[in-house]
């Protein structure tokens, strides 16, 4: 077994690592899944709607997180084992499933492996909390970000390009295996020493959630991952109902995003841990606004990738910062419970806002969608004005 607490480069292989398989989950919905039910002529709204209701186990964190908790005997990594299982399983059957023959079943199991990645994101995160400190909060987090945007990258390039050549359903399957593979990490690390004491878990959220400060942050954390969510919603939609782009070329150009997500994390992680969170939130999320609203003249697949490349980078830099700074304000000892809830609450706005795109595009066009997108930045910047962090806080 080997041992990462003072290890950073393992440290940041393993949360790379099974952010990677998050990644590839995010790949499977927005893009293959995504792609996969316009080819079986399900409409934009319908499809939109579908994607939003499989990843609802991401807002479903403050689930997931207490269970976690609650069993802390039994450590993080049982528990990131036993959510993987449940992913690689659910992708495996989903693979054998039409689904305009099969919906309610065809959703269910994409559904259901979500419900496993919500574990392993959960534990992953509390095990991070477990080993990290606030110097290196910010570079843990690139590296898991990055992970998930490599794979969630590599995805939105491959799966579409196997889905047409051979069939969506062999995606599933290449998907299910791939996630067993980086599964047999975790077996050979040593989680370190586990509480045996179970933690009083309802008393030591309300006391957590009744300070101002975590409160601002419940208020801030959907508001700032809206965005996120209509962009990965409907720029693969934009870019084949839009421009007329094949699924080919509609999965390289997916790829941008993720890829400089990727790099736009590592770059926020380190950013952060020099200037401070809130600092890094400003740039990052004031640069965003314009670049999103400037989709409106994305009107060719080069200014789209362009433009894409550059939203990417930003997003990417914003989102690390902001789970950073939800990392600083976690107890460890309710890890898994109160960071799971700040980003189930994060998830609740990337996907609620996600789920009403395609209405959005349909009532609105894409050009005002993309102007929404911009303008969801404004009550977010807002909120982050209030929040006060201070500095140098660690506890036990």
């Not at 259901?112 to 910010?138: M, N, P, Q």
């Not at 919603?233 to 941008?256: C, E, K, N, W």
Request: glycine share 10%.
């Amino acid at each position: 077994m080997v041992g990462i607490e003072n290890k950073r480069g393992m440290k940041y292989f393993l949360f790379g690592s099974l952010y990677f398989s998050e990644g590839l989950m995010i790949a499977i919905t927005t893009v293959a899944t995504s792609l996969y039910l316009r080819e079986k002529a399900v409409s934009i709204p319908l499809t939109t709607l579908i994607i939003g209701i499989v990843n609802i186990p991401w807002m479903l964190k403050f689930v997931w997180g207490p269970i976690v908790d609650y069993f802390i005997r039994f450590g993080r990594k049982t528990f990131i084992i036993l959510g993987g299982t449940l992913t690689v399983s659910c992708m495996f059957f989903v693979s054998f499933l039409d689904p305009s023959a099969s919906l309610l079943p065809f959703t269910l199991l994409i559904f259901l492996s979500h419900v496993g990645i919500g574990f392993i994101d959960v534990s992953a995160d509390a095990w991070a909390i477990d080993v990290s400190t606030e110097k290196d909060r910010g570079k843990i987090n690139g590296s898991m970000f990055a992970g998930q945007y490599s794979a969630w990258a590599l995805g939105a390039a491959l799966f579409p390009l196997i889905g047409s050549q051979y069939g969506y359903h062999f995606v599933y399957l290449i998907n299910a295996l791939l996630i067993f593979l980086i599964l047999l990490f975790p077996f050979i690390v040593k989680e370190g020493v586990k509480r045996k004491v179970k933690e009083k878990i309802a008393s030591l959220v309300i006391k957590e959630f009744k300070t101002k400060t975590v409160l601002l942050i419940v208020l801030f954390s959907p508001l700032v991952f809206m965005n996120e969510g209509i962009m990965s919603f409907i720029i693969p939609i934009y870019m084949r109902d839009g421009l007329g782009l094949s699924d080919v070329q509609i999965g390289f150009i997916a790829m941008i995003l993720p890829v400089f997500l990727a790099v736009g994390s590592l770059v926020g992680g380190v950013i952060t841990d020099k200037i401070g969170r809130k600092s890094a939130l400003y740039l990052f999320i004031g640069l965003n606004v314009v670049f999103v609203a400037s989709l409106i003249f994305a009107d060719t697949w080069w200014k789209l990738s362009l433009i894409y490349g550059i939203i990417g980078f930003l997003m990417g830099g914003h989102s690390t910062v902001s789970c950073a700074l939800f990392m600083d304000v976690t107890n460890p000892r309710i890890g898994a419970t109160q960071y799971g809830i700040f980003t189930g609450i994060a998830n609740v706005g990337l996907n609620g806002a996600g789920m009403i795109t395609g209405s959005l595009a349909v009532s609105l066009g894409f050009a005002r969608t993309f102007l929404y997108a911009a303008w969801v930045f404004g009550p977010a910047l807002l909120v982050l004005y209030f929040i006060r962090v201070k500095k140098g806080i660690e506890r036990s």
